[in-house]
């Protein structure tokens, strides 16, 4: 009897530490989470608004900004290169280069982590990538188009202008990957049988001047370049070529809600917006070098109508009704 009592005692033991350890949480290294993954952002003068687009483009993926993906930004007081640094020093996962002149930095300095760009510049021209099919590094991302677009600009102001005979150009000759861009305007103006003078700021102080002169020379127009520092003074420019009654078209709508006139071209919070599938792929195992790099496909036209007001503009409705939006 004493034999069987013990016999049901041990079962009852028996349960009771199973039942224990299922509902222990188990060893230690059981308790481990997933790594949740970090995406390193730098570049200077990038639109809030295209950041947040970013942000918008990992939340369709699933991605939750404190849940299950961290985003850092490298501090924007240090320059591309220590920014860099900081990026790789904190072991990110991604790295998302927001501008031409920062990828152009990851490309020399950051060779362990991929990377993911968005470039108004061409990739295979300033060497980012090998091909855009075929990047074969660990780089790729997106193309804004910068330069191709020149002759639909010019086209564009002919509409609003049509005795549109010489035309300014701002360009900043510090900023290389701008010279691609240069050549296909001057090649457009060329085509239209437009003059083309190209004045040169590569300063925040040598705007006014630049502006200032183009007026003076008889400039029926101005056709302002792609360039960080440009995007970051927007509204002095669009102020500067309001101040020199010069109508001007921009590369981004961004320019046409600081105030200017009109601007054609891809969406720079769309692109960035997609960047977050290069992110999402990557993390998910893909590698930049087998992501081909994306061209647009779709472009905006914006009209600023009260700068255009403002210039003593009439715009034809042939303009108007291909615009995309109309600030007024």
């Known amino acids: ?34 790594k949740v993954p970090r995406v390193g952002t ?16 990992l939340h369709g993926f699933g991605y939750v900004e404190g849940r299950n993906i961290v985003i850092e930004q490298a501090k924007s007081t240090a320059d591309p290169a220590q ?7 904190r072991k990110v996962d991604v790295v998302l280069a927001l501008n031409t002149a920062t990828a152009r930095v990851a490309r020399d300095s950051i060779t362990t982590i991929p990377v993911v760009f968005v470039t108004f510049a061409d990739p295979v021209g300033v060497g980012l990538v090998a091909s855009l ?33 010489r035309v300014a150009v701002l360009w900043n000759p510090a900023n290389r990957d701008t010279e691609g861009a240069l050549a296909e305007t001057r090649a457009a103006a060329r085509t239209l049988g437009v003059q083309l003078d190209v004045y040169s700021a590569k300063t925040v102080q040598e705007l006014p001047a630049a502006f200032a002169a183009a007026a003076r020379a008889g400039a029926d127009a101005i056709f302002v370049l792609p360039d960080g520092m440009f995007f970051r003074e927007r509204r002095q420019i669009t102020a500067l070529a309001e101040k020199s009654r010069l109508p001007a078209v921009y590369h981004w ?31 998910k195992g893909a590698k930049p070098a087998d ?16 700068a255009a007001k403002a210039l003593g503009l009439t715009l034809p409705q042939s303009i108007l009704v291909r615009a995309d939006e109309v600030i007024q």
Do not use: C, W
């Open 291 to 306: 992501l081909p790099v994306e061209q647009p496909t779709t472009f905006e036209l914006v009209i600023n109508l009260k």
């Open 133 to 165: 099919a075929r990047p074969g590094g660990n780089m790729t991302g997106l193309t804004l188009m910068g330069g191709e677009l020149a002759g639909k600009r010019l086209q564009l102001l002919r509409e609003v202008l049509p005795r549109l005979a």
């Open 83 to 89: 920014q860099a640094a900081e990026l790789v020093s």
């Open 1 to 34: 009897m004493k034999r069987r009592g013990l016999g049901r005692a041990a079962a009852r033991i028996v349960v009771i530490l199973a039942l224990v350890a299922l509902a222990s949480p188990g060893p230690v290294h059981a308790q481990a989470t997933t």
């Open 42 to 57: 730098f570049g200077s003068g990038v639109s809030p608004d295209s950041l947040e687009a970013f942000r918008q483009g």
């Open 253 to 283: 709508r961004a320019y046409a809600v600081a105030g200017g006139f009109m601007s054609y071209g891809s969406s720079l919070t769309a692109s960035h917006r997609r960047a977050a599938y290069y992110v999402d792929s990557i993390l």
